[in-house]
């Protein structure tokens, strides 16, 4: 992809495997084994599954999702709580913690606002976790004018565009590496998110990074 958008120059993914063969190389990534994070707690007061698996979203600020997910380190459990834009895939929001608690998700939650653009009232679309049924999410996204859509029960491919982000930021950033202290783990997330979302391109964006897409479709309306 960068080399056709930075150099202009083609080349097929098949003489890329090819060459890939020849040199013994192997692509570790992508690869099953993590476990996957889950906050549903037995009880639902579900609201409509508005975005209903339709990840597709024609312009920024939109159709976004939040989720969270844990990583297990050697000091003990972390957690990432995070939101995605369907249109770009640029995490526009997240919060680190070693607790998944409603302190997280206002801090989060208060990132989205500061992303949001003004006027924007996007849908925001979760699983069933306890977070997303709590008073204070209800009242968060009723006082700033978001629109709530919740995944169905046991349909793990309802939230499926903001998992996918978990599952390449696990295998990319996280898979072999091991990390002392929970502050040098938060400070290298952190810092592949500003990578994911700058500098990271991306096949459906054309090759562009999430913001770089968001930028260019933003200056061409």
């Given at each position: ?181 929970f502050e040098s783990f938060k400070r290298d997330l952190a810092a592949y998110i500003v990578h994911w979302n700058t500098k ?17 479709r933003v200056k061409t309306k």
């Amino acid at each position: 992809m960068r080399l056709r958008r930075e150099f202009n120059f083609t080349i097929s993914k098949k003489t890329v495997l090819k060459v890939m063969r020849e040199l013994k190389l192997v692509c570790k990534i992508r690869r099953k084994g993590f476990r996957r994070y889950s906050s549903y707690q037995g009880t639902t007061h579900p609201v409509p599954n508005l975005i209903d698996r339709d990840f597709t979203a024609a312009a920024p600020f939109t159709k976004i999702g939040t989720d969270v997910t844990e990583f297990a380190l050697p000091f003990g459990k972390v957690y990432l709580a995070q939101i995605v834009d369907f249109h770009s895939n640029e995490i526009l929001a997240f919060s680190i913690s070693q607790s998944p608690n409603m302190l997280q998700q206002k801090e989060m939650f208060e990132s989205l606002l500061k992303a949001l653009p003004p006027g924007a009232h996007p849908t925001l679309h979760s699983d069933m976790g306890w977070q997303y049924q709590h008073l204070d999410w209800i009242n968060w996204t009723k006082k700033h004018n978001v629109t709530r859509s919740m995944s169905r029960k046991g349909n793990c491919l309802d939230n499926a565009a903001t998992e996918q982000v978990f599952g390449h930021m696990k295998d990319e950033f996280f898979k072999g590496q091991l990390w002392d202290n929970f502050e040098s783990f938060k400070r290298d997330l952190a810092a592949y998110i500003v990578h994911w979302n700058t500098k990271r391109p991306q096949v459906r964006l054309n090759g562009y990074a999430p913001s770089e897409y968001r930028q260019r479709r933003v200056k061409t309306k």
